[in-house]
C-alpha cells in the first residue's frame, strides 16, 4: 500500500485563472515546504484520496456557483485530512455567497 502522505492540488477551471491559482499553491508547496505534490484537473481525472494527507481544492464561480466538478469533490468525507478550499471570482462578496452556497448544499 502506498504511504497515505503526499498532497493533492484539485481544481475545476473554465478559464484558467482557477488552474493558474492551483499551480502556483502545488509550486509554493513542493518547492517552500517540500512537500509531494500532484496536481490534478477535476474536469479530466477523478482522484482517490487514499494516498493523500492534505487536500487543496480550487474552482473559479459562475453565477454565484462553484464549478460542478469541485462542488462534488468537496462534498466527500476528508476524514483527517487537512483541507483548504481556493477560489476564484471578480466580486469580493461573492466569497461570502459562495461560502453559503456550499454550505447549504453539503
Ligand atoms: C459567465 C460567467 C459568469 C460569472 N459569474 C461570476 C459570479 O457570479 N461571481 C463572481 O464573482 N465572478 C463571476 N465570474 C467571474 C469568474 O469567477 C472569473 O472569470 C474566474 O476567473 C473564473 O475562473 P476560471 O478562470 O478558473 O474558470 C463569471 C464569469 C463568467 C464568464
Redesign the pocket.
Given at each position: 500500500m502506498e504511504k497515505a502522505d503526499k498532497t493533492l492540488v484539485a481544481y475545476a477551471?473554465?478559464?484558467?485563472?482557477?488552474?493558474e491559482a492551483a499551480k502556483t499553491i502545488a509550486d509554493i508547496l513542493k518547492n517552500s515546504y517540500n512537500l509531494e505534490v500532484d496536481l490534478v484537473n477535476l474536469r479530466k481525472e477523478k482522484p482517490n484520496l487514499a494516498q493523500y494527507k492534505n487536500v487543496v481544492v480550487g474552482?473559479?464561480?459562475?453565477?454565484?456557483k462553484v464549478y460542478s466538478e469541485a462542488l462534488k469533490f468537496m462534498k466527500q468525507d476528508f476524514e483527517n485530512r487537512n483541507w483548504l478550499f481556493s477560489f476564484?471570482?471578480?466580486?469580493l462578496e461573492?466569497q461570502k455567497d459562495m461560502m453559503n452556497h456550499v454550505r447549504n448544499t453539503s
Amino acid at each position: 500500500m502506498e504511504k497515505a502522505d503526499k498532497t493533492l492540488v484539485a481544481y475545476a477551471s473554465k478559464s484558467g485563472a482557477a488552474e493558474e491559482a492551483a499551480k502556483t499553491i502545488a509550486d509554493i508547496l513542493k518547492n517552500s515546504y517540500n512537500l509531494e505534490v500532484d496536481l490534478v484537473n477535476l474536469r479530466k481525472e477523478k482522484p482517490n484520496l487514499a494516498q493523500y494527507k492534505n487536500v487543496v481544492v480550487g474552482s473559479g464561480i459562475r453565477m454565484n456557483k462553484v464549478y460542478s466538478e469541485a462542488l462534488k469533490f468537496m462534498k466527500q468525507d476528508f476524514e483527517n485530512r487537512n483541507w483548504l478550499f481556493s477560489f476564484v471570482a471578480e466580486e469580493l462578496e461573492t466569497q461570502k455567497d459562495m461560502m453559503n452556497h456550499v454550505r447549504n448544499t453539503s
